[in-house]
Nanobody
């Protein structure tokens, strides 16, 4: 099982970024997959999840600004982020859980700063 996140970078407040997570080694299309983030000195928090049926859920701090989506053919999870704020600065991880085991990507750094 492997999750490879990419797309992070430095962006100004109010800007946008799209993160991608390529999935390997498991049946991607049948699993709920999600994005977490961890800022320095803070606990890791759930940002967004998407089920195999395409239902989504978001953390309160990103609702209305972030959109999670998936491409089951290409086996890629996306996170489109708009109206970015300095508080969105964190390492973003893709993740899924199967049979009590958790799998994490390596993370991609997002820095929102002027």
């Amino acid at each position: 099982v492997q999750l490879q996140a990419s797309g992070g970078g430095l962006v100004q407040p109010g800007g946008s970024l799209r993160l991608s997570c390529a999935a390997y080694g498991f049946n991607f299309k049948i699993n709920t997959v999600d994005w977490y983030r961890q800022a320095p000195g803070k606990q890791r928090e759930m940002v967004a999840l998407i089920t195999s049926a395409g239902s989504t859920n978001y953390g309160d701090s990103v609702k209305g600004r972030f959109t999670v989506s998936r491409d089951n053919v290409q086996r890629i999870l996306y996170l489109q982020m708009h109206s970015l704020k300095p508080d969105d600065t964190a390492v973003y991880y893709c993740h899924f859980e199967r049979s009590g085991n958790e799998y994490w990507g390596q993370g991609t750094q997002v820095t929102v700063s002027s």
